[in-house]
């Protein structure tokens, strides 16, 4: 099972920070590879980011350097965290 959940509100200004968490059950957590997806109107899925079980981290071009995705393997919890929103950050993550 995966809960996901926002800390503490998903609506933020621009410049704002935002923190998306993805909490799991069921599952091996820290053997699983994690990546968080966005589904962008008209456009579709896109990727964002993934952390791998070793501690690699990759992202997509477009969020490269606004935001930092981690994990704590104790808690089966992925964070995905935006350091400053801008006017037109606006998605459904998943």
């Known amino acids: 099972a995966v809960e996901l959940g926002e800390c503490p509100e998903v609506s933020r200004p621009p410049r704002q920070s935002l923190c998306l968490?993805?909490?799991?059950?069921?599952?091996?957590?820290?053997?699983?590879?994690?990546?968080?997806?966005q589904e962008v109107p008209r456009k579709g899925l896109e990727w964002v980011a993934e952390n791998w079980s070793n501690g690699v981290t990759r992202?997509?071009?477009?969020?490269?350097?606004?935001?930092?995705?981690?994990?704590?393997?104790?808690?089966?919890?992925?964070?995905?965290?935006?350091?400053?929103?801008?006017?037109?950050?606006?998605?459904?993550?998943?």
């Open 59 to 94: 992202y997509g071009p477009w969020v490269q350097g606004s935001c930092s995705i981690s994990r704590d393997n104790s808690q089966s919890m992925v964070t995905l965290q935006f350091s400053s929103l801008r006017g037109n950050d606006s998605a459904c993550l998943t």
């Open 21 to 37: 968490l993805c909490k799991a059950s069921s599952f091996s957590f820290c053997q699983t590879h994690m990546q968080w997806v």
